[in-house]
T-cell receptor, first 112, second 110 residues
Framework: EAQVTQNPRYLITVTGKKLTVTCSQN?????MSWYRQDPGLGLRQIYY???????DKGDVPEGYKVSRKEKRNFPLILESPSPNQTSLYFC???????????FGAGTRLSVL | GDSVTQMEGPVTLSEEAFLTINCTYT??????LFWYVQYPGEGLQLLLK?????DKGSNKGFEATYRKETTSFHLEKGSVQVSDSAVYFC?????????FGAGTRLAVHP
């Protein structure tokens, strides 16, 4: 089954404690992206990757890091989480650039 | 910059009612337009798309027409069901990303 898998689905942490949210896709897609969803703001792009070893900033990259060492994986790293990073995070992938994207089920993060 | 504006929700309807969710956009050129749907506890799924002016996207009884004159892409369905309760996002293609509206929550009651 074609899917984008994120882990964990729910996470509660404290300010400053490094965390990683994993994202994996099984569709051999070149393009992957991270978004955050906040009430009234829709989804905003954090980082994206056009291919292995190629990543670039989206609209709200501050406080986040990513890596793309393998085509299937695109982890999101918060080196020192802060309360304003409390949000719902989605990973997405696409085979044809940015057009039709497949989304993971989301990770709800709370930073206390 | 490019942006998408959706009608505010929530939208509450009875089963079998007619649905319209308004979406307008601001963009340079004529980008592809999308409607995504997010069911409770799930990620977003592509509902329909239109790639050029006057195109009509359709899926699962939903329709939307790309209107360049009014820069709009309104979502419609003739008869909604309880199972259509979800959050609906209008989006356009920006530079290496999708640009989303704020989302409109739809609640359909029996």
């Amino acid at each position: 089954e074609a899917q984008v898998t994120q882990n964990p689905r729910y996470l509660i942490t404290v300010t400053g404690k490094k965390l990683t949210v994993t994202c994996s896709q099984n569709m051999n897609h070149e393009y992957m992206s991270w978004y955050r969803q906040d009430p009234g703001l829709g989804l905003r792009q954090i980082y994206y990757s056009m291919n292995v070893e190629v990543t670039d900033k989206g609209d709200v990259p501050e406080g986040y890091k990513v890596s793309r060492k393998e085509k299937r994986n695109f982890p999101l790293i918060l080196e020192s989480p802060s309360p304003n990073q409390t949000s719902l995070y989605f990973c997405a992938s696409s085979e044809d650039g940015v057009r039709v994207q497949y989304f993971g089920a989301g990770t709800r993060l709370s930073v206390l | 910059g490019d942006s998408v504006t959706q009608m505010e929700g929530p939208v509450t309807l009875s089963e079998e009612a007619f649905l319209t969710i308004n979406c307008t956009y601001t963009a340079t050129g004529y980008p592809s337009l999308f409607w995504y749907v997010q069911y409770p506890g799930e990620g977003l799924q592509l509902l329909l798309k239109a790639t050029k002016a006057d195109d009509k996207g359709s899926n699962k009884g939903f329709e939307a027409t790309y209107r360049k004159e009014t820069t709009s892409f309104h979502l419609e369905k003739g008869s909604v069901q309880v199972s259509d309760s979800a959050v609906y996002f209008c989006a356009l293609i920006g530079y290496n990303k999708l640009i989303f509206g704020a989302g409109t929550r739809l609640a359909v009651h029996p």
